[in-house]
DNA sequence: TAGATTGTTAATCGATTAACAATC
DNA sequence: TAGATTGTTAATCGATTAACAATC
């Protein structure tokens, strides 16, 4: 019966919740759609249909209130949660993830960070040590860890994610580009760099 | 009279491109779009259509020349071009990309390193030096820079991405969490890393 | 009351999927 | 020839946009 959610929507909730956050900064105690779709290049209407997916939220003729529709996209999204992710593979892109300062306000904290390097496994970035990958399991659960976050070279992917899964982590977040092959009950999110770029490419390459 | 190509079909070519190479690797001479839709989690259907967007690619009954179809593909993204990269703000993130090895296989190099702090100014990255951002200008054009990648925090981004379209490049890939305004003519690709983390923990919450 | 703005229904648009003739 | 597989047209599905009644 629970209706299914359009990637899409879901894709613009966190851009709403940012956008509300930086509102509430300001002090600005109600914002309307317009206001929202204009400081995100977002048409007023999309955005009502966004919300009306999830329920009413606003009041006819004022608008919403930041501070409760913040909220309440925070609880959709889940981000209310306090999720613990380890960084698996601390190489350039591990090690600037676990220094990443954007993940806080958004209720995650990275917990762990493995690498199966024998050089750097006991150095410490960002204040959190580097354990072996071979002790995933022990590690995974002894930090609690909620999110898996790959960044190691493709090759090695798949089986960092099912070494990930059987020490008991309810997602991937997966930076190697390469196809994972994970169990429907785990959410996977793949963030590829090479197609934004290459996309850029192309938008440029037509440009000229 | 040209035909708008779909974004999702530009998104995806980047994906068959990297499948391709892979299979020119193994020496494989032709694929089928059932086989390469096979390894990509994409249908047939969906990748024919994609290409028939570009023209004939294949061979009926056949399949298609693995080398021959990468080479095209690659033409469409403009991935021969050897686009040139300035990353502005040496931050985590930033020498993360200074340092990022799947650049290179897809024809963008990083030539030039830019930052506003005065202690990392002079300093090397992946034997590439950190110029003074004030020096935009003068930098992006004695290093021919085609793109510019913003990884500065979110408040400055706008001004640095104003700074870069006024040095002359001629596309933007932003790392900032924010929106950017830019001419119609500069192609702007936005890469957020908040809204994957964000749909992961969504997905999260309703798997519960 | 008049103006503003939501929530929702209807219309449109676009992307994906299905089907199949062409042909290697 | 029979089997395989593309390229393309038609059907379906889903997302966005438009319109407007409800109401603050």
């Avoid at 966004?50 to 209130?65: E, H, N, P, S, V």
């Avoid at 806080?104 to 199966?116: M, N, Q, R, T, Y």
């Avoid at 990930?164 to 590829?192: M, Q, R, T, Y």
Wanted: hydrophobic share 45%.
């Amino acid at each position: 019966m629970k209706k299914t959610i359009s990637q899409a929507t879901i894709d613009r909730l966190p851009l709403y919740f940012r956008t509300l956050r930086l509102a509430e900064a300001e002090d600005l105690p109600i914002i309307s759609s317009d206001e929202l779709g204009r400081r995100l290049d977002i048409t007023p209407e999309q955005i009502r249909k966004d919300l009306a997916t999830f329920g009413q939220f606003g009041r006819k003729g004022i608008g919403y209130d930041v501070r409760e529709l913040k909220e309440r996209i925070g609880n959709i999204l889940g981000l209310h949660k306090n999720w613990r992710l380890a960084i698996i593979g601390v190489g350039h892109l591990g090690g600037a993830l676990a220094n990443y300062v954007n993940f806080a306000p958004l209720g995650f904290s990275v917990v762990a960070l493995l690498d199966i390097n024998e050089k750097i496994i006991g150095n410490e970035v960002n204040g959190i040590e580097i354990e072996d990958s071979r002790r995933m399991n022990e590690v995974i659960a002894a930090k609690e860890v909620d999110i898996g976050v790959i960044t190691v070279p493709a090759v090695e992917a798949q089986g960092v994610a099912d070494k990930l899964i059987a020490a008991g982590v309810k997602g991937i977040w997966n930076f190697a580009p390469i196809k994972l092959s994970v169990p429907p009950n785990i959410p996977l999110v793949n963030e590829d760099l090479s197609i934004g770029l290459s996309a850029l490419s192309y938008h440029m390459t037509q440009e000229d």
